[in-house]
């Protein structure tokens, strides 16, 4: 059965970067999309980015370069990295596997709060 | 960036109804429309991808169809589980674009 765990701090001040850890177990990311994904309290769903199988890697544009999604060496895990964070980035963070960009496995999730 | 536009934004139904939601889609998205339930508190499941097709265990009662720019997601015989929200998301470009969620209330 397919789990995906994540991790990473919860809580940041602004200015500071948001660092979370997607892990895979009773699969693989083999063939497949890793994608993030965030949910503002109470708002809709909005896609982070994602590395394909081939490598290739895309980001929203509304996160102004601020992003950062990298594969661990053993590829079961993934990493996203939100660099200079506001009140705005506040939101439930999921890690999520796609294929063909239909994403058929999603983390728990993490609230990640920015607050001074 | 492809805009997708959902209606209605809540919806109230009954045990036993059959409820249509619909996704417009700002450019053509072909059939890279995928459909998702969200229950408070818990990630997003995925129901439907390629616009029609079902994703595995999601129960028959649930379909959808539609290509280029409409969609529609129906769901017949309503059960108390499928009190939820559900999301369009388009799959044909990144960024890969979700529609405002239509909340489905009793």
């Known amino acids: 059965q397919v789990q995906l765990q994540q991790w990473g701090a919860g809580l940041l001040k602004p200015s500071e970067t948001l660092s979370l850890t997607c892990a895979i177990s009773?699969?693989?990311?083999?063939?497949?999309?890793r994608t993030w994904i965030r949910q503002p309290p109470g708002g809709g769903l909005e896609w982070i980015g994602e590395?394909?199988?081939?490598?290739?890697?895309s980001y929203n544009p509304s996160l102004k370069s601020r992003a950062t999604i990298s594969v661990d060496s053993s590829e079961d895990k993934f990493s996203l990295k939100l660099t200079s964070v506001t009140v705005a980035d506040t939101a439930v963070y999921y890690c999520a596997r796609a294929v063909g960009g239909a994403t058929d496995y999603w983390g728990p999730g993490t609230l990640v709060t920015v607050s001074s | 960036d492809i805009e997708m536009t959902q209606s209605p934004s809540s919806l109230s139904a009954s045990v036993g109804d059959r409820v249509t939601i619909t996704c417009r889609a700002s450019?053509?998205?072909?059939?890279?429309l995928n459909w998702y339930m969200q229950q408070p508190g818990k990630p997003p499941k995925l129901l439907m991808y390629?616009?029609?097709s079902l994703q595995t265990g999601v129960p028959s009662r649930f379909s959808g169809t539609g290509s280029g720019t409409d969609f529609t997601l129906t769901i017949d015989s309503l059960q108390p589980e499928d009190f939820a929200t559900y999301y369009c998301q388009q799959s044909y470009t990144t960024p890969r674009t979700f529609g405002q969620g239509t909340k489905l209330e009793i």
């Open positions: 009773g699969g693989s990311f083999s063939g497949y999309f």
């Open positions: 390629s616009a029609s």
């Open positions: 590395i394909k199988h081939t490598g290739d890697i």
């Open positions: 450019q053509t998205v072909g059939s890279h």
